[in-house]
């Protein structure tokens, strides 16, 4: 049976505050936790005034704490920005605190331009280059090796569940040598999902961690009343991908009708692309695109994200769905 899963970029709204944005993500991670979500994630991004998820595991002890049965987790760490040697303690440290729901999600991007490479000390070359043996130190500080020369404390032994995340085929290869369940960034970056997951269960060679392939998939889902509603939902975030990929983005803008009608035709084309990993309309409309995208992947879970401007309507719609995925 597959689960259900959120994923949130902590999204500041215009005219909105850092303080509620994470007062709403809080808020938002106990709707998912009553809606019986099995993951609340959240995402590592830097220099966007419009995403405050850059102090990932800040934001997942904040959330742990407005919780106490769903998993929290990162989708994700983007390693090539850290020492695998504190992102062991800072998840140790999560593991203490909350032990048992904790995910370490991996990724292999920086989260943003070079200008953050810059500012964090980073050469993004090497610091790609060398993810694969970050993601074997990694999970040796977590598995408390003995060989290890210094352990981290927290860390040392903890009971972290690490993911592979990509939108690529390269992340479901590794995840694939490496023996870790593997989520595909579908609700942004559709073109190679099929693939990955062929190759990632193909190639998947079982470990202790994970003894068969177990295969998420991001689906982008805004759902309403009305489709109407809906799509006026999901204008907020369509305003902000537009701007992002255009080079102007900036804080969650509120909902505009008919948003998508007064685009270029070209924006319209990139929204239209990456409507296969979509869900907007009704609960019933939404419950039909799910089980089809899920009778396509065969995801042992779906991940949903989604940003309102009215964080209600954010949990509304994920109850709604729930409910009709339920039912």
């Known amino acids: 049976m597959t689960e259900f899963s959120v994923l949130d970029l902590v999204p500041v709204r215009e005219g909105g505050t850092l303080g509620a944005a994470f007062s709403e993500a809080a808020d938002f991670a106990q709707a998912a ?20 998820g850059g102090a990932t595991a800040v934001v997942l002890a904040h959330i742990g704490h407005a919780t106490s049965t769903i998993r929290i987790g990162s989708g994700g760490i983007m390693l090539p920005n850290h020492n695998p040697f504190v992102i062991a303690e800072q998840f140790g440290t999560l593991d203490a605190l909350f032990p048992g729901r904790v995910d370490c999600g991996l990724g292999r991007a920086p989260g943003a331009d070079g200008r953050i490479a810059h500012a964090l000390r980073k050469d993004p070359r090497a610091a790609a280059e060398n993810f694969p043996q970050d993601v074997v130190e ?33 992340g479901a290869q590794l995840a694939a040598q490496l023996g870790m369940p593997y989520a595909f960034a579908s609700h942004f970056a559709p073109d190679h999902l099929d693939a990955a997951l062929e190759l990632y269960r193909r190639n998947f060679r079982p470990s202790e961690a994970c003894e068969k392939p177990h295969a998420m998939a991001a689906m982008t889902l805004f ?42 035709m070209q924006a319209q084309m990139m929204l239209d692309h990456l409507s296969q990993a979509s869900a907007i309309g009704t609960p019933d409309m939404v419950r039909d695109k799910v089980h089809a995208f899920i009778r396509r992947t065969r995801a042992d879970e779906i991940v949903f994200s989604g940003a309102t401007f009215d964080p209600a309507a954010r949990t509304r719609s994920l109850e709604l769905a729930m409910d009709a995925l339920a039912a």
């Open 223 to 264: 759902a309403a009343p009305t489709e109407e509603e809906a799509e006026l939902l999901a204008s907020s975030q369509q305003q902000s991908f537009v701007r992002l990929r255009t080079g102007n983005p900036g804080q969650l803008p509120p909902p505009i009708a008919d948003y998508r009608a007064s685009l270029p």
């Open 138 to 170: 990694l999970r040796s500080l977590f598995a408390g090796d003995s060989a290890l020369p210094i352990r981290p404390t927290p860390g040392h032994g903890a009971n972290v569940e690490m993911w592979m995340l990509g939108s690529s085929l390269f």
């Open 33 to 52: 936790e009553r809606a019986g979500c099995k993951r609340f994630w959240v995402a590592e991004h830097h220099g966007m005034n419009g995403i405050a």
